[in-house]
């Protein structure tokens, strides 16, 4: 199983994209999925993440601009991302925790939570 992230492109600064992660094969419902980015010369970071019991937490640098939901019947993760600044340019990467344990909302950060990962999608903002 494999995940696929869509969505990305180049924007303008103050500009809008949405995600988009689906498992590429059948799958068992997610605890968790999340984002993660990795812009280059630096290490991947978590941006946003959604637990099966609808907790989800976010990125300080991306509070108030990005929104990330699921649609639990298709396990996908959407990531709505607002008010995009240069700073977000980024190679977005989507996550899954396929174990059936609910991960503690303060681990929904880390990337060890997560097991299966997408190929990436890129995000360009330009100013």
């Known amino acids: 199983v494999q995940l696929q992230a869509s969505g990305g492109g180049l924007v303008q600064a103050g500009g809008s994209l949405k995600l988009s992660c689906a498992p590429s094969g059948r799958t068992g419902r997610s605890s968790a999925m999340g984002w993660f980015r990795q812009a280059p010369g630096k290490e991947r970071e978590f941006v946003a993440a959604?637990?099966?019991?609808?907790?989800?937490a976010y990125a300080d640098s991306v509070k108030g601009r990005f929104t990330i939901s699921r649609d639990s019947a298709k396990n996908t993760v959407y990531l709505e991302m607002n008010i995009l600044k240069p700073g977000d340019t980024a190679v977005y990467y989507c996550?899954?925790?396929?174990?059936?344990?609910?991960?503690?909302?303060?681990?929904?950060?880390?990337?060890?939570?997560?097991?299966?990962w997408g190929q990436g999608t890129q995000v360009t903002v330009s100013s």
């Open positions: 959604i637990r099966a019991t609808g907790h989800t």
């Open positions: 996550a899954a925790r396929s174990a059936s344990t609910y991960p503690i909302v303060s681990a929904l950060g880390q990337r060890g939570t997560y097991d299966l």
